[in-house]
T-cell receptor, first 112, second 112 residues
Framework: EDKVVQSPLSLVVHEGDTVTLNCSYE??????LLWYKQEKKAPTFLFML????IEKKSGRLSSILDKKELSSILNITATQTGDSAIYLC????????????FGEGTQLTVNP | KAGVTQTPRYLIKTRGQQVTLSCSPI?????VSWYQQTPGQGLQFLFE???????NKGNFPGRFSGRQFSNSRSEMNVSTLELGDSALYLC???????????FGPGTRLTVT
């Protein structure tokens, strides 16, 4: 059975801190890893990673995949209160269809 | 481009009743997936539809069913509701053979 594990489950930081969120996976026929941000509504897409060692960046957020270690990290630099959310990691298989397996998520709280 | 829309946004039902939820994907997206989100289980995959055919199915009982219409709109039905079916039901759409799923705002179902 596919498995995605995120750590930590919860994190509280101060504005301006840098945080690293972790995601590890056990998936048959891995194809891609995705990061989503969820505030009090639908998850919004952040990144998709398919190749190992290539960093994806968007502003203060960046992510990298390590296929050898079956893991990924999501970094957020100079955190702001608006970064407070649940960050979800999901993996997709290399079979037909778009089924994703999600981790439990990391609840990030950024205090002013 | 309009995003994924879901109706209704909120529903309150009693045990034993049935419910139908609706999802309209992003224009041009032919794949629609449904997920159940609860605090204890996180995001769990229900099923995926593509070209009016169920392409993938998660580990949910037969009370959960769905369908897709020729315009890619999808409906999800839950019969004989149980208290444990209370959850946020999220619909996501994607282009064929893509993994970047875009989520709708969800339907919050409460079963009393």
């Amino acid at each position: 059975e596919d498995k995605v594990v995120q750590s930590p489950l919860s994190l509280v930081v101060h504005e301006g801190d840098t945080v690293t969120l972790n995601c590890s996976y056990e998936v048959t026929n891995f194809r891609s890893l995705l990061w989503y941000k969820q505030e009090k509504k639908a998850p919004t897409f952040l990144f998709m990673l398919t190749s190992s060692g290539i960093e994806k960046k968007s502003g203060r957020l960046s992510s990298i995949l390590d296929k050898k270690e079956l893991s990924s990290i999501l970094n957020i630099t100079a955190t702001q209160t608006g970064d407070s959310a649940i960050y979800l990691c999901a993996v997709g298989r290399g079979t037909s269809g778009s089924r994703l397996t999600f981790g439990e998520g990391t609840q990030l709280t950024v205090n002013p | 481009k309009a995003g994924v829309t879901q109706t209704p946004r909120y529903l309150i039902k009693t045990r034993g009743q049935q419910v139908t939820l609706s999802c309209s994907p992003i224009s041009g997206h032919r794949s629609v997936s449904w997920y159940q989100q609860t605090p204890g289980q996180g995001l769990q995959f229900l099923f995926e539809y593509f070209s009016e055919t169920q392409r993938n199915k998660g580990n949910f009982p037969g009370r959960f069913s769905g369908r897709q219409f020729s315009n890619s709109r999808s409906e999800m039905n839950v019969s004989t509701l149980e208290l444990g079916d209370s959850a946020l039901y999220l619909c996501a759409s994607t282009r064929d053979r893509a993994y970047e799923q875009y989520f709708g705002p969800g339907t919050r179902l409460t079963v009393t």
